[in-house]
């Protein structure tokens, strides 16, 4: 089994600034890319931001430059930071990473529970 354990949502104000973590663990061969994804009400799951193994980064164009997205390879955690947050980042966000259990085994997508993340104006 692999389970993802996401940690740092709540209540800020618009401006202000919090710190999503999610450790992967169980059976894990490696870990390709870890990331974060959102869903707020009514809205399709849509990517934040994801970093590969060797530390590629693609994050979306509407929080680039108030979030920044980093990985510790070594504890299998993937952090979000995120700064000047805007009413409209309220979501919940999913952690998500692409595991290879066995050396022998394909890659899948597992996702954490999801952080409710809420930005009051």
């Known amino acids: 089994q692999v389970q993802l354990v996401e940690s740092g949502g709540g209540l800020v104000q618009a401006g202000g600034s919090l710190r999503l973590s999610c450790t992967t663990s169980?059976?894990?061969?490696?870990?390709?890319?870890m990331g974060w994804y959102r869903q707020a009400p009514g809205k399709q799951r849509e990517l934040v931001a994801h970093?590969?193994?060797?530390?590629?980064?693609n994050i979306a164009a509407s929080v680039k430059g108030r979030f920044t997205i980093s990985r510790d390879n070594a504890n299998n955690t993937v952090y979000l930071q995120m700064n000047s947050l805007k009413p409209e980042d309220t979501a919940v966000y999913y952690c998500?990473?692409?595991?290879?259990?066995?050396?022998?085994?394909?890659?899948?997508?597992?996702w954490g529970q999801g952080t409710q993340v809420t930005v009051s104006s």
């Open positions: 169980g059976s894990i061969f490696s870990i390709n890319a």
């Open positions: 998500n990473a692409r595991v290879r259990k066995y050396w022998y085994s394909n890659e899948y997508d597992h």
């Open positions: 970093i590969t193994s060797e530390g590629n980064i």
